[in-house]
């Protein structure tokens, strides 16, 4: 089976003979996993409810894989991260009540990736609407927010209809999530629903941009001397990483990325900025301030994007297959309604039939010599940094080459946040990596890695977090176990909340109270499940540390490496966003 399909493998752990396959025959739910199946869902991940449901219609089901997590939160993050990955529609199996409202936090960084996830809920039966019946919920006020739209399945002849458009919704336009809603009276109920006859799988529409735009684009480009390509998480859910690439080599433009548009670029190349915003990293931000123009293709120009960076001086091209992300943060020059990748490829198309003598060219040449050398300086400082200066850097430093097969999957805390930056960790292009959007939310990693492992058994999972992150969906470790997730934890340890502990020092405030007085006990926990765990405390034990780390997953074991870190290693971004002394240097 090609890789980005779930296997049979990890269904088995949900041990279906547990629950009998045909308690679930007599209700909508076989229907319903059929039915997410034929519209190209291959994982449903949940909580396992009173009765047998969805997931264990699921379990039974050919071509579809049940997750089952112990906690909702976790589920919900493990969903998202799974969609993410694989751009198809992961399915999210929840109840009603507090079932569902602990989902709510995974599902609002679900909306703010654009994560393709179908929640199916059940709500109580009518006749107890609004009479105090148990765990009446109102999933729609709840979830407004956090969801492109919510369907609901008062009977059964709606659920398919209702199951096919939910999957359509959630890959068409910005992805997002999208809720349905099944009745009582549905879900309990043992009449025969309807199934039809097999339909292809729901698909993203592309729209291509309208050609005056492109032409007007064109224009802007042509005119350029030190242009700046910047891709968003939408040019990896266009499949236009390579397209792209090419149109920067074409038109002679550096290279940048937001953090959910990492790996459309190779890190390593000589005209690649890395990150901007907060990652972006010195001298190379030098360089980004002399940007004339940007064409900023798949990314909704978020605050952690623009930070430190006065767009409002370049000219802007943005591209995108949402309107509404036009003109919200930063007024646009030109834009560009439409699939990222039918974008880049009119672009290239329009580009091309200029010819050779484009006013500009030579230019473009001396900036992208002017990048280099910045890369060249940065390269240089980056490698003079020792274990003693920062553990953290000399730790990121040395996974790629111990897990170039891997899916990175990161958090965003005080410490992690160098792993953002280019000078500490620099990846190739296509390197799958999964994060938190713009929330942020702290406790994603576990549960993410979860869901990455259900879309890519037997792949290395990289996770880098902080200490409280980790605590935070500690959790999720028996669910990890069970899933025989070949996973690595590199935990830098501060024992305590870094990001509030640094802000409230900022301010000089005090900050006992982000400080842990009891630290969990991870090693205690990761070796219940039968995982390795080690310490980095030099640099001499860094190299043996992470390759009995690789031995250990290799063999189907999880593994720890607790990395003890001082807030004194503050990353190169934040320094520079708070000036502070050190920040002009990584």
Not at 19 to 35: F, G, L, N, Q, Y
Not at 234 to 256: F, I, P
Request: aromatic share 4%; net charge negative; charged share 20%.
């Amino acid at each position: 089976m090609k890789e980005g399909s779930a296997i049979s493998t990890l269904g088995s752990v949900t041990n279906p003979g547990t629950a009998s396959p045909e308690a679930a025959t007599a209700t909508c739910w076989p229907v319903a996993a059929r039915t997410l199946r034929d519209a190209g869902c291959e994982v449903v991940i949940g909580l396992p409810a009173d009765e047998p449901g969805l997931l264990d219609a699921a379990a039974s089901t050919d071509g579809l894989t049940a997750v089952p997590v112990r906690d909702q939160r976790v589920g919900a993050c493990a969903a998202v991260a799974a969609a993410m990955l694989t751009r198809r529609p992961v399915v999210l199996a929840l109840t009603t009540g507090p079932a569902f409202t602990n989902a709510l936090t995974g599902l609002l960084e679900g909306m703010s990736l654009g994560a393709p996830v179908i929640v199916v809920t059940v709500r109580i039966a009518a006749n107890e609407i609004g009479r105090g019946g148990f765990q009446e919920t109102d999933h729609r006020s709840l979830a407004q927010s956090v969801v492109k739209d919510h369907l609901v399945v008062a009977t059964g002849d709606t659920l398919q209809w209702a199951l096919r458009r939910a999957a359509h919704l959630a890959v068409n336009g910005k992805p997002g999530p999208v809720l349905v809603e099944i009745s009582a009276e549905t879900a309990t109920s043992t009449d025969a629903v309807a199934c039809a006859p097999y339909a292809a799988p729901v698909r993203a529409l592309r729209s291509h941009p309208d050609p005056a735009d492109v032409a007007e684009a064109l224009a802007v480009m042509a005119q350029a001397r030190r242009p700046l390509v910047l891709a968003g998480g939408g040019v990896r859910a266009a499949d236009a990483a390579a397209s792209l690439r090419m149109l920067a080599t074409e038109w002679g433009a550096a290279t940048a990325t937001t953090a959910s548009g990492r790996g459309t670029f190779d890190e390593l190349d000589p005209h690649c900025f890395g990150l901007v915003g907060l990652y972006a990293t010195p001298p190379l931000t030098t360089a980004l301030a002399d940007v004339d123009v940007v064409l900023a293709i798949g990314t909704a120009l978020e605050e952690t994007v623009r930070m430190g960076w006065d767009l409002d001086r370049v000219r802007l091209i943005h591209a995108d297959v949402d309107a509404s992300t036009f003109h919200r943060a930063v007024p646009a020059e030109i834009t560009l309604l439409g699939d990222a990748r039918l974008t880049t490829e009119a672009l290239r198309a329009a580009w091309a039939r200029q010819g050779d003598d484009i006013a500009g060219q030579d230019g473009r040449t001396g900036w992208r010599r002017t990048v280099a050398a910045a890369r060249r300086a940065l390269d240089a400082d980056a490698k003079a940094v020792t274990f003693a200066e920062s553990p953290t850097r000399a730790v990121l430093r040395v996974l790629p080459d111990l897990f170039p097969d891997a899916v990175l999957v990161q958090e965003n805390g005080l410490h992690d946040i160098w792993g953002y930056h280019i000078s500490a960790l620099t990846l190739p292009a296509d390197f799958p990596i999964v994060g938190p959007g713009e929330q942020t939310m702290m406790g994603f990693g576990l549960p993410a890695a979860v869901g990455v492992a259900a879309t890519r058994p037997g792949r290395p999972v990289v996770l880098v977090c902080g200490d409280g992150a980790f605590a935070m969906s500690a959790n999720t470790l028996p669910t990890a176990a069970e899933l025989g997730c070949p996973l690595v934890m590199v935990v830098f340890d501060n024992n305590g909340f870094g990001w509030p502990r640094f802000l409230r020092r900022q301010d000089g405030h005090p900050s006992a109270q982000v400080d842990f007085r009891t630290c969990l006990p991870m090693a205690a926990l990761v070796e219940a499940i039968g995982g390795i765990t080690a310490t980095v405390t030099d640099e001499e034990s860094l190299r043996s540390v992470m390759e009995r780390a690789r031995t250990a997953v290799d063999a189907g074991r999880p593994a720890l490496v607790v990395v003890p870190v001082d807030d004194d290693d503050v990353p190169v971004g934040i320094r520079r966003i708070f000036g502070m002394e050190g920040a002009e240097s990584c």
